[in-house]
Each structure stands twice: as C-alpha cells, then as structure tokens.
C-alpha cells in the first residue's frame, strides 16, 4: 500500500486541522493505521492509532480529547483531526500503516510510511 498524507498547514494556537491519509491499492482495510509527528530535533511521537475497521483507536494520554482519528474504508483514506493546537504540535505528521490487529505505536512497528505533512502551529 502507498501512503499520502495531506491536510497540514499553519494555524493560530487553539485552532484545528484536519490532515488526511489516502492509501492507494484494494487492500486498505488490511491495514492498521498509526499517525507519527516529528518535530525538528526530537524523535517520531506516535500520536493516534486506528484498527483495519475504526472500531479502535489509540492515543497517548498526552493528546486524548484533541486528537481524534477516524477511517473511511470505502474512500481508502484514514482522518487525523486535531483540535485545540498548541504551539507544541509543531511537527511533520505522517500516516503509516502495518498489516497488524493490534495498534502499535513504535515507528519500527509500521511498515508503510508516507510522505509526512507541516504542521505549524503560531502563538
């Protein structure tokens, strides 16, 4: 499967986007989805995880409540929406996907990265 991730851009401090995964190929609903960010200098954060059906999701602790991600199989495309943005979620955010029940939330976990989208977040 290929991975494109969209939807980033900049945005004051307690706005929202919503960033977009469209997967290419028949076999989306195979695939566990994760979403990364990476800040300049840090390491790649997992942030949400859905199951092949959207019938689970996962988060860290850190971003419950602001970040939701949700799936539309039909469309092949996974949603990251991200509410309440903190200068702190300056990142690159990439979708990922591993062929998995269970969400992972290593990098070293997923097998199919897209390309990661800016998310610039202004005080």
């Known amino acids: 499967v290929q991975l494109q991730a969209s939807g980033g851009g900049l945005v004051q401090a307690g706005g929202s986007l919503r960033l977009s995964c469209a997967a290419s190929?028949?076999?989306?609903?195979?695939?566990?989805i994760g979403w990364f960010r990476q800040a300049p200098g840090k390491e790649r954060e997992f942030v949400a995880g859905?199951?092949?059906?959207?019938?689970?999701?996962y988060y860290p602790d850190s971003l419950k409540g602001r970040f939701t991600t949700s799936r539309e199989n039909a469309e092949n495309t996974a949603y990251l929406q991200m509410n309440s943005l903190k200068p702190e979620d300056t990142a690159v955010y990439y979708c990922?996907?591993?062929?998995?029940?269970?969400?992972?939330?290593?990098?070293?976990?997923?097998?199919?990265w897209g390309q990661g989208t800016q998310v610039t977040v202004s005080s």
């Open positions: 190929g028949r076999t989306f609903t195979l695939y566990t």
């Open positions: 859905i199951s092949w059906s959207g019938g689970r999701t």
């Open positions: 990922a996907g591993r062929r998995a029940i269970v969400i992972g939330i290593r990098p070293n976990e997923y097998h199919y």
